[in-house]
């Protein structure tokens, strides 16, 4: 059968979405034996935009295909436009489907016109071709004030990119300037199929550093938050200040750990981040260069599968200013990591790993998503992605989650 002979037309429909739509023409295009080539269809606010590329076989003439789809079009109160496509410049366009495919994030507490534009900017200057928007957040009132106003869009570019660091470095231009977080990830088969998620606690899963807090208690806590500060900004070897901040907690009670793990503010979105994880069958770790004591608190309130930290020495109810064991300092995070998804038998592809700090990196940079989360400006610049207007259930988007498979739990 010849190719010239056949005749590929693209039906565009637009109007108000109703049931029986796709279904009264597609009926038509039946009665003429079309073969649909691609479908898509998009809703607005209960406005349709429905594309349908067909194929009409050769011996066939599209006349009267087009006039029963006009009758049924004035019928269903809906528009309809037909563009006919030629066989070089269909084959052109399947061959061009096996380019690399790219997934953005945007994400904040508003969507405005200016993020998506500065984004899109961005995207059509290093040759990315937008094929499609989705919305993962739900749709929100513009009358009541929400509690916690989230948003969040997904959309899916294709293309070779022109300059990967400029691309990189503009992002986090317009992240800083307009208050949204942007997300670039590379769309494949490991994106879809995540499995771990590792977590630091102290300022990711906590809004708080304990050993800041428990130093507060023992009359020293303007010398640990120094050295506290100094060690998350990268400005200090973090197991030297681990030493320093330990020997500063000497004399302190054991009762006072207690109270504390009592009081510990869980960061906005845990709660339904950890549910979400758990529902989906992720397994979750804490690797921490705190302290188990409140490392294991938190397992038992979030339902957390491993804790990896640092142990205190504890004698005659006091802390001794010393500690059990290894170190956990970035390069322990990145092994115990690697540890677990070997136990689990994950690919470290299926990995995630979401901190703030500096001891951080090592974990962010291995796993297959790394997120830098309310971060220090230098992690920021050195993760691949980082959250910071929304909660910790914002990396329920990254991993593609809309909200009403969240919500359904």
Not at 114 to 123: E, G, P, S
Request: with cysteine; charged share 25%.
């Amino acid at each position: 059968m010849a190719t010239e002979d056949k005749e590929i037309i693209l039906l565009k429909v637009s109007g108000h979405d109703k049931p029986g739509v796709t279904a009264g023409l597609t009926s038509v295009l039946a009665a003429y034996d079309a073969i649909i080539l691609d479908i898509g269809q998009a809703d607005i606010h209960d406005t349709l935009s429905l594309g349908i590329l067909f194929e009409i076989e050769a011996g066939s003439s599209s006349g009267p295909v087009l006039k029963d789809l006009l009758f049924k079009a004035y019928e269903l109160e809906v528009k309809v436009k037909f563009i006919p496509i030629s066989i070089d410049y269909y084959e052109t366009w399947v061959k061009s489907q096996s380019r690399q495919r790219y997934i953005i994030n945007v994400l904040g507490e508003k969507l405005t016109a200016a993020q998506l534009a500065a984004v899109t900017k961005i995207l059509s200057d290093q040759n990315l071709n937008i094929d499609s928007i989705i919305r993962l957040t739900g749709r929100t009132s513009v009358v009541e004030k929400e509690e916690y106003p989230r948003s969040c869009i997904q959309l899916s570019v294709t293309g070779e990119i022109v300059n990967k660091i400029e691309m990189t470095a503009n992002f986090m231009a317009i992240s800083r300037t307009l208050n949204v977080d942007i997300s670039f990830q590379e769309d494949n088969i490991y994106r879809r199929n995540r499995r771990l998620v590792c977590f630091d606690m102290d300022s990711t899963l906590i809004q708080a550093e304990v050993i800041d807090e428990l130093a507060e208690l023992n009359g020293v806590g303007a010398q640990v938050k120094a050295i506290t500060e100094s060690a998350m900004n990268g400005e200090i070897d973090f197991n030297e200040s681990f030493k320093q901040r330990m020997a500063l907690l000497e004399g302190l009670s054991e009762d006072v750990l207690q109270k504390v793990a009592e009081n510990l503010p869980i960061t906005k979105g845990a709660h339904r981040l950890m549910k979400a994880l758990k529902y989906y069958g992720y397994k979750t770790a804490i690797l921490s260069g705190g302290f188990t004591y409140f490392g294991e608190y938190l397992q038992k309130e979030l339902g957390i599968d491993y804790v990896h930290a640092n142990q205190l020495e504890i004698k005659d109810g006091k802390l001794t200013g010393k500690y059990i064991g290894d170190i956990v300092d970035g390069l322990k995070k990145a092994e115990y990591l690697t540890a677990i998804a070997a136990k689990e038998g994950i690919h470290i592809n299926q990995t995630i790993a979401v901190g703030d700090g500096a001891n951080d990196l090592p974990m962010i940079n291995l796993a297959g998503l790394g997120i830098a989360f309310h971060a220090k400006p230098k992690v920021k610049e050195s993760a691949s992605n980082s959250i910071s207007s929304l909660g910790l259930d914002g990396v329920l988007y990254l991993l593609g989650y809309h909200d009403r498979y969240i919500d359904m739990m």
